[in-house]
DNA sequence: CACGTTTGATAAGTATGTCAAGCATGCGGG
DNA sequence: CCCGCATGCTTGACATACTTATCAAACGTG
């Protein structure tokens, strides 16, 4: 197994002529499509195996190794976990996550608003509650 | 303005009885949706607002936030960039960072106490309200 | 060489995400 | 009252993700 198989890559499509999509997803769509098939190969997997762990078709496994199409979760997720690999770091190889500490916000003036949002023990309403009331307590202060 | 007028829920379809390893997903999108919209109206944008600041249309993103579809990566990404959040606490909330290591809950947990507590822009008084406030909402959550 | 098997790639069809336009409702002013 | 302006929701058309069925090449067997 494993031989020089039949690999053939269309040549780097940049098409961005018409705006539809956003542009210049297609670099970081090859990369994760060169590392899900290093991955695969590291793993000794043949497309057909990984699709059926993945329960996602052999053809659509390989177009997305080629950086054919973007992946939507529901995929990228099975595949990691055939790969045995975290999500995060499939999303973090197409650039999708700023990194794993990935602070986009306000991280070291509002700790205490993304302490709250990320806490994973609180609802959505309750985080909407909270972070109301610790609105309004700093804003009554002096800010 | 803001008022919240014709609301109307469909029903919660929970129809995932396969043995597919993605199963459940109406729950999830369900819980992302949610999130989303608490999170808009946080930082009090409208449905069209929050459109032209992602460049998704208003229309869809009441069907994502009612949980009728699931967004692709492009407009998650999107959203995370206008709400001010990270990608990761998104795909987080959904669930969607499983992995095999994925501690990312418990490293944040207790990480709120600790934030309220350290914050100095709150007085002593507001400490210990958003304090109370904050554990009644976690000893509810039958931890 | 015929044969079966395994590999990656392609074709055409189906499901789903996404958008632009229109609907319904609430609010303030003539 | 009606009217314009705001909001969120629904419809129908299109683009994209995804699937099932199939292909051509490489690897065996006898």
Request: glycine fraction near 8%; charged fraction near 20%.
């Amino acid at each position: 197994m494993m031989t020089a198989m039949c690999a053939a890559r269309p040549a780097d499509d940049d098409a961005t002529a018409d705006g539809s999509p956003a542009a210049g997803w297609s670099a970081q769509i090859n990369a994760l499509g060169d590392f899900i098939r290093a991955q695969r190969q590291l793993a000794n997997l043949s497309l057909r195996e990984m699709a059926s762990m993945t329960s996602v078709s052999n053809a659509y496994l390989s177009q997305v190794e080629r950086g054919l199409h973007q992946p939507s979760l529901k995929v990228l997720h099975s595949i990691a976990d055939a790969l045995q690999l975290s999500t995060e770091q499939l999303l973090g190889q197409a650039g999708w996550v700023t990194g794993t500490g990935a602070a986009t916000a306000s991280a070291e003036s509002g700790g205490t608003e993304d302490a709250i949002r990320k806490d994973p023990r609180l609802s959505p309403e309750q985080r909407i509650a909270l972070l109301g009331v610790y609105r309004s307590f700093v804003a009554g202060a002096t800010d």
